[in-house]
């Protein structure tokens, strides 16, 4: 790719970028949320027209104007976000586009054959015949990897591909890379996990800004360069100093015998200032927890307070009166509209607040507000009425959580608030977690980063089966005994 442009209104999002991906190779690529990584990669798609600029595959240019004419070219993409039709079994999306078919007929069973064969090569077991809707996001995450791998690309782009997967699946997903190269395939692999690069790339290249800032050698790039070469500064990546919490600090949430979809019989407290940590395996049941108490899924029994007072939840616009806020592991299918703007978002959930005597919305309050948490949270955007699809995803986080901190919540409760989000980020949304306890709000994070876990908990809880099986105090919590009581191998 060279000299690649591209604008949107009000945004230079690629300028002259020039990238080369070598035969048998994974070329890693990392910047900030809103660099331009995905916008290079979805030009190279075919999903998007670049401005200026061309592209060579193997030596010869070529005009990439649809995903059709990428695929023909062998070029596959694993999108952040997911391009699954939710409604479709795993099997069927695999071999969407390419249904295999008998006697004019689709072919069910082959459909189901060439699935299964790709979920073997990845040792994965996945249900074949149930909706893709009903997956966890980790196994949709490896539907859409299978899906690529089904067509023998040439040439693949991940784009946070381990983001939603276990340690364990991360190592199967590394294997299935290496075979990839060896058979001479080319890989893009972009990645907010610095922890990642030294084992899966063989270089590096940092965008910032929309411009190719370096590229070295995996082995000559330490973290440290990587980062300062993609905020243009140092920065401490160390997770911030906790507040302390009062032992006689009042409870904010009180969870007594929870039951409801995957969960089973969920008993616990947290405290004013306090973050507490529910960490697990993929499948343990820590988001349909978050989502019971949030009531974004009805609990079938049990009893919730908050602040004291015992709270009846029968829809989510209760639990939202009360004080309860769910930042969702799903920013794109469930925390956001899409084809609405920024500003639409971040007020939907608070209208009252501006709504006037005539029973009409304040539009000039609405955008000063929006504009107000645009500059906070320093949110990438031309404005408060860009629409929040055309967002990076590190940039669409921070529009959810704004949404939430307009509400007087006095419990949140954060889904993977990291989840495919830059260093340069995650240290601010840290920070904002950190500010919220000191103002003594009640958290409760969801996350599959057992750093991140460790480091940003007062209190751990390991969920496993739906049920509470162990809790560590901050002190007493390390990476081997979490992970022994999440797999069992402890009580």
Same mark, same amino acid.
């Given at each position: 790719?060279?000299?690649?442009?591209?604008?949107? =209104?009000?945004?230079?999002?690629?300028?002259?970028?020039?990238?080369?991906?070598?035969?048998?190779?994974?070329?890693?690529?990392?910047?900030?949320?809103?660099?331009?990584?995905? /916008?290079?990669?979805?030009?190279?798609?075919?999903?998007?027209? $670049?401005?200026?600029?061309?592209?060579? *595959?193997?030596?010869?240019? *070529? $005009?990439?104007?649809? =995903?059709?004419?990428?695929?023909?070219?062998?070029?596959?993409?694993?999108?952040?976000?997911?391009?699954?039709?939710?409604?479709?079994?795993?099997?069927?999306?695999?071999?969407?586009?390419?249904?295999?078919?008998?006697?004019?007929?689709?072919?069910?069973?082959?459909?189901?054959? &060439? $699935?299964?064969?790709?979920?073997?090569?990845?040792?994965?077991?996945?249900?074949?015949?149930?909706?893709?809707?009903?997956?966890s996001?980790? %196994?949709?995450?490896?539907?859409?990897?299978?899906?690529?791998?089904?067509?023998?690309?040439?040439?693949?782009?991940?784009?946070?591909?381990?983001?939603?997967?276990?340690? &364990?699946?991360?190592? &199967?997903?590394?294997?299935?890379i290496?075979?990839?190269?060896?058979?001479?395939?080319?890989i893009?692999?972009?990645?907010?996990?610095?922890?990642?690069?030294?084992?899966?790339?063989?270089?590096?290249?940092v965008?910032?800004?929309?411009?190719?800032i370096?590229?070295?050698?995996?082995?000559?790039?330490?973290?440290?360069?990587?980062?300062?070469a993609?905020?243009?500064? /140092?920065?401490?990546?160390?997770?911030?100093?906790?507040?302390?919490?009062?032992?006689?600090?009042?409870?904010?949430?009180?969870?007594?015998?929870? %039951?409801?979809?995957?969960?089973?019989?969920?008993?616990?407290?947290?405290?004013?200032?306090?973050?507490?940590?529910?960490?697990?395996?993929?499948?343990?049941?820590?988001?349909?927890?978050?989502?019971?108490?949030?009531?974004?899924?009805? =609990?079938?029994?049990?009893?919730?307070? *908050?602040?004291?007072?015992?709270?009846?939840?029968?829809?989510?616009?209760?639990?939202?009166?009360?004080?309860?806020?769910?930042? /969702?592991?799903? &920013?794109?299918?469930?925390?956001?509209?899409?084809?609405?703007?920024?500003?639409e978002?971040?007020?939907?959930?608070?209208?009252? %607040?501006?709504?006037?005597?005539?029973?009409?919305?304040?539009?000039?309050?609405? /955008?000063?507000?929006?504009?107000?948490?645009?500059?906070?949270?320093?949110?990438?955007?031309?404005?408060?009425e860009?629409?929040?699809?055309?967002?990076?995803?590190?940039?669409?986080?921070? *529009?959810?959580?704004?949404?939430?901190?307009?509400?007087?919540?006095?419990?949140?409760?954060?889904?993977? =608030?990291t989840?495919?989000?830059?260093?340069? $980020?995650?240290?601010?949304?840290?920070?904002?977690?950190?500010?919220?306890?000191?103002?003594?709000?009640?958290?409760?994070?969801?996350?599959?980063?057992?750093?991140?876990?460790?480091?940003?908990?007062?209190?751990?809880?390991?969920?496993?089966?739906?049920?509470?099986?162990?809790?560590?105090?901050?002190?007493?919590?390390?990476?081997?005994?979490?992970?022994?009581?999440?797999?069992?191998?402890?009580?």
């Amino acid at each position: 790719m060279r000299d690649i442009g591209k604008s949107f =209104p009000g945004v230079r999002a690629l300028d002259g970028v020039t990238f080369d991906l070598r035969e048998g190779e994974v070329h890693a690529l990392v910047g900030e949320n809103g660099a331009g990584k995905s /916008t290079l990669m979805k030009i190279l798609a075919g999903a998007q027209p $670049a401005d200026s600029g061309i592209i060579a *595959v193997d030596g010869n240019v *070529v $005009a990439i104007d649809s =995903p059709a004419a990428a695929e023909k070219l062998g070029i596959g993409m694993i999108y952040q976000e997911f391009n699954l039709v939710p409604s479709l079994t795993p099997a069927q999306n695999i071999a969407l586009g390419y249904e295999p078919v008998s006697n004019g007929l689709l072919d069910e069973r082959a459909t189901r054959e &060439r $699935a299964k064969k790709v979920f073997d090569e990845l040792g994965i077991t996945i249900p074949l015949d149930i909706e893709t809707a009903l997956l966890s996001v980790a %196994q949709q995450q490896m539907v859409e990897i299978s899906k690529v791998l089904s067509r023998s690309a040439r040439i693949i782009v991940m784009d946070e591909p381990s983001a939603a997967l276990t340690n &364990r699946e991360i190592d &199967r997903l590394f294997d299935i890379i290496q075979t990839l190269k060896a058979r001479g395939a080319g890989i893009v692999y972009i990645s907010h996990r610095m922890e990642e690069l030294p084992r899966i790339a063989d270089r590096i290249t940092v965008i910032r800004d929309g411009k190719a800032i370096e590229t070295r050698d995996a082995k000559d790039f330490p973290p440290d360069d990587i980062i300062r070469a993609m905020v243009g500064r /140092t920065l401490d990546t160390h997770f911030p100093d906790l507040p302390p919490v009062a032992p006689d600090a009042p409870f904010k949430l009180q969870v007594r015998d929870l %039951q409801g979809h995957g969960v089973n019989g969920v008993s616990f407290d947290v405290r004013a200032g306090e973050i507490v940590g529910l960490a697990g395996l993929v499948g343990a049941g820590r988001t349909e927890i978050a989502r019971a108490i949030a009531c974004a899924d009805v =609990p079938r029994s049990g009893t919730i307070s *908050v602040a004291g007072n015992p709270q009846k939840f029968r829809s989510p616009i209760d639990a939202i009166l009360a004080g309860v806020a769910l930042i /969702t592991e799903d &920013r794109k299918g469930q925390g956001l509209v899409l084809g609405m703007s920024v500003r639409e978002n971040m007020t939907l959930a608070h209208l009252a %607040q501006f709504v006037n005597g005539g029973m009409l919305i304040d539009r000039k309050k609405e /955008t000063a507000t929006a504009l107000r948490f645009i500059q906070e949270l320093r949110i990438r955007t031309p404005g408060a009425e860009q629409e929040v699809r055309n967002l990076s995803g590190g940039n669409q986080q921070k *529009v959810v959580l704004a949404k939430w901190l307009l509400g007087d919540a006095k419990v949140l409760i954060f889904d993977e =608030p990291t989840r495919g989000i830059d260093i340069g $980020a995650k240290a601010e949304i840290y920070a904002l977690m950190v500010n919220l306890a000191k103002a003594g709000a009640a958290i409760v994070m969801v996350s599959s980063e057992l750093p991140e876990v460790l480091g940003m908990s007062h209190r751990i809880l390991v969920v496993n089966g739906g049920r509470i099986v162990r809790e560590f105090a901050r002190a007493e919590a390390t990476p081997d005994a979490v992970i022994a009581a999440a797999t069992g191998a402890a009580a």
